[in-house]
């Protein structure tokens, strides 16, 4: 038996890179469709060789677990937003959010595209929210240098609107290939350029993914009264407004309310978080 971990998926073969460096074409064993569960890209596995065929005998257990692309054991997201072209979607990037905290995975916020415009605006919302920013523009060298101390022997998912530059980045970062396309195609095509899932290894020790972007969030499994856990710039002051319990939305004497109010907690957060929130109410009475 020899440890592995998947990287890439294709037709029903895992490919598995073993203690040995070579990668593996395998099977996964007909326990785990049984058992309905199914190996993902990043999961850390038992293989068995035989003639040079492998079949997947145990997968570990997960530290995390992403749905579409479905991926686990991701340390970091990489949250890729361009400054502009495309314009971004601050609702996006807040549901990005609130989803890799939900998972415990640790975000980092990436404004690319900063030769086109300035990414300062951005930069002050999330840094005032807790995130690390870094700015890159994918057209210099910069980038490598940027963002390694964030990725280094961690394995990273790069996530974010089609067009921000995410496999441009990746392929300065890993010196591979990976297809690019222009926004005016993309936008023709309505669709991700990059369509396939693979954990590219860092040379500096790590893995990264470039990702079609998470397009389906599992938010559900938040309980609206307990949203503001996931923004941690709400989290931090809890229990400090007049009513025990206060969701932060209508109740009078509001901690939050005030802070945003002030400036201390950006407008914008504070309204995803009430989209969210309303959402998310939405979900469990339908459930009812
Ligand atoms: N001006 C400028 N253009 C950039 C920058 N980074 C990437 N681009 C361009 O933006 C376009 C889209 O880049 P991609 O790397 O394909 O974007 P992506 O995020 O991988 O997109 P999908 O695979 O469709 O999700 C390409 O034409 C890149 O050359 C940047 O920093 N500045
Ligand atoms: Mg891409
Ligand atoms: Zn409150």
Redo the contacts with the bound molecule.
Sequence with gaps: MTKGRIIKGIGGFYYVKAADNVIYECKARGIFRKESIKPAIGDFVDILVENGKGSIEKIYPRTSYLIRPTVANIDVLVIVVAAAEPEPNILLIDKLLVNAENVGIKPVILINKTDVKSGDALKEIYEKAGYPVVLTCAMEENVKDAILPYIKDKTSAFAGL?GVG???I?NLITDTQ????EISDKIKRGK???RHVELLELKEGGYVL?T?GFSSFELNTIKADELYKCFPEMREIEDMCRFKGCVHINEPDCIIKEKVESGEIAKSRYESYVELFGELKKIKEWEK
């Design positions: 089609s995410k496999s441009t990746l990976q297809e690019t396309g991700h350029t990059t470039d079609p």
